[in-house]
């Protein structure tokens, strides 16, 4: 009697055994499938048909229904979700179900409107390529097999231009392109450049704010294989691609290619993982790769391609000066020079862009005549005020309440928002610049879409003088009349605890920087600093990546951080930090612990932000500096940890490579 071997969404690390039909062979692998499972029923997918499993046969029920209403999912599919359990530790029922639409996961037959061939129209004519792009572009051979890719180029210099021709290529020789992106909606250009250039060509976006019927014709659509081209966010790595022949990876540095809950895993990790089991190549792009990346091109694992120019001649990368602000006293975080700087913009008809990572109004209120300041109830976070409408809003639960009209404790009348947010930048600059047009671009006046495509139709129309925003702005957008960015408030991230911050600061930097002189107009960056001394500052200046890569790595060898060794966290959140931390201490003196030289564990320790929700967090780092000693000290761990008694409200989890501590 044959049995199927079922993957279910559950959290649990294992298969499960059903009685198959006496006539069941291996063509139902890959097939959605009916069971029974406690009182109800599941639909789970077949993993597997065995003669045997981890149960004597007898105490097996029989599978339901096997459903035919779509093909099979694929071996390459499967495998990939094999590997993405076994490195992230994550059940490979849950990896197998995520990455399937919601609409397959209920028992419902799948849509059956398909995704409609675009309209004819011609094709927009490619502009010719650069030498270096051309270079680019011939490095990269799709019949070859497998290779990988770093395309580091500077913003503006043709990047997209090159997976466009590479995207071609694939098309031509019959294959399908898959193009991973950070967040599609903060480029809805990108999409329409790719439609506008394969007009012929079926292109579906897969990201999660499609709505459900959209996301499931789409996901159909590249698994039936009459999609050619997919333009997707993390989750539409694990998308089944019969034809698949190319995978870009653009703004790979990108830290939201990173799940950070549920199934944890790096969707660019494992777009070379899967060019590789598909045996196509990958291109992972970016100005400013990830230092991971960077490492992997500099020890040849992948091959460095350069864009060292703006691809449009006349658009020359801008100068990037320091403003010192030690000796300068500054009006409402403002030093005069930039203040000056916008006027003259205002005055020659040109666009600025003030950038700062803080939204909200201020992000703190507090009381100067006792100690209260706007602390949340449920976070270790303070509560940012939002003046427009009067709300205190915590930015990582989501909590919020009304401004009170008095310190709660003392009931003074007089309490202050202290530091800045875009809110207030925006207010004074409209009080400074009475005449000014200005926007504020972030996820407060930005919250859908529309209201985003709304806004750039705003500002490419010359709609505003004044940009206010954070990095909501800095990706990717070419403003023709943007000549001046100001930066406020980068030195924060300076001196930030974490070892990662200089890595994202700098990039981010320079992708902001990115946006001035794109077009005709010659742009100018001007960054505020209380430390110009900085070597952060000194390479970004001279829009020097490399060294500042060299540096950083430098630096991390030495301090045996990543990408020099290899890291897992173990998290625990309980309603009592003791809980927590006597979890973590128990799984260090697990066995297998002492069985691995190689890997050595941390103390426990609370997290960063020790509180969010009302839980309390505490945390505990494994590292090696072998990859695949971590790999296999990392299941022995895990199994041994779910037999340790918990009690009832502690969660755990597992993460591997993590970026956030
Ligand atoms: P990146 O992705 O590297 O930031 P883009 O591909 O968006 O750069 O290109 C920047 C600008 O240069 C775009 O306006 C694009 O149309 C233009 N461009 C790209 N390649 C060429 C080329 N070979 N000749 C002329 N203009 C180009
Ligand atoms: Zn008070
Ligand atoms: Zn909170």
Known sequence: MPIFRVALDLPLHRLFDYLAPETAGREAIGRRVRVPFGRGERLGVIVDV?????????????????????????PDFFALC??????????????????????LKRRDAPQRRSVRPPPPAAPVLPPELTAEQAAAVAAVDPAAGFSAHLLHGVT????????????????????????????????????????????????????????????????????????????????????????LGLIVVDEEHDASFKQQDGMRYSARDLAVVRAHQAGVPVVLGSATPA???????????????????????QAKLPPLCLIDTRRLSLREGFAAPLLAAVGERLARGEQSLIFLNRRGYAPVLACPACAWVSHCRRCAANL???????????????????????????????????GRGTQRLEEWLQGEFPAARILRVDRDSVKSRKQWEAMLERIHGGEADILVGTQMLAKGHDFSKLTLVGVLGADAALHAADWRAPERLFAQLM???????????????????????????????????????????????????????????????APQMADAIAFLKAAVALPPVAAHGEVVLYDPVPMRMARLASLERGQLL???????????????????????????????????DPLEF
Do not use: M
Request: with cysteine; charged share 20%.
């Open 156 to 243: 503006g210099s043709g990047k997209t231009e090159v997976y466009l021709r590479l995207v071609e290529r694939a098309l031509a020789a019959g294959r399908q392109a898959l193009l991973l992106v950070p967040e599609i909606n903060l480029t809805p250009q990108l999409e329409e450049r790719v439609r506008a250039r394969f007009p012929q060509n079926t292109v579906v976006a897969l990201h999660s704010e499609l709505a459900e019927a959209a996301r499931e014709r789409n996901w159909l659509a590249a698994f039936a294989g009459s999609a050619d081209i997919v333009l997707g966010t993390r989750l539409a790595i694990f998308t089944p691609l019969p034809r």
């Open 384 to 418: 940012v005020l939002h003046r427009a409408d009067r709300r205190l809003r915590c930015h990582h639960c989501g909590f919020e309440q009304r401004v009170p009209p008095a310190c709660p404790t003392c009931g003074n009348q007089d309490i202050h928002p202290y």
């Open 50 to 74: 065995a003669a045997s499993g981890d149960w004597p046969i007898e105490q097996l029920k029989p599978a339901g229904e096997v459903l035919h209403d779509l093909p099979p999912l694929p």
């Open 511 to 573: 992708q902001v920087a990115g946006r001035a002189g794109r077009a005709e107009l010659a742009g100018e960056v001007l960054i505020q600093t209380q430390f110009p001394e900085h070597p952060l500052f000194a390479a970004l200046v001279v829009h020097d990546y490399a060294g500042f890569a060299a540096s950083q790595l430098a630096e991390r060898e030495q301090a045996g951080f990543p990408p020099y060794a290899f890291q897992a966290v173990l998290r625990a959140e």
């Open 622 to 656: 494994a590292e090696s500096p072998s990859r695949p000693a971590l790999q296999a000290f990392l299941p022995r761990w895990r199994e041994a940890i779910e037999g340790l008694k918990t009690p009832s409200r502690l969660r755990w989890h597992l993460e591997v």
């Open 82 to 103: 094999q590997f993405a359990s076994t490195y992230y530790q994550a059940p490979l029922g849950e990896v197998v179900l995520q990455a399937l639409p919601a609409g």
């Open 291 to 313: 230092l991971e990346t960077w490492a992997n091109a500099a020890a040849g694992r992948y091959q460095r391609l350069t864009l060292r120019e703006r691809a449009n001649r």
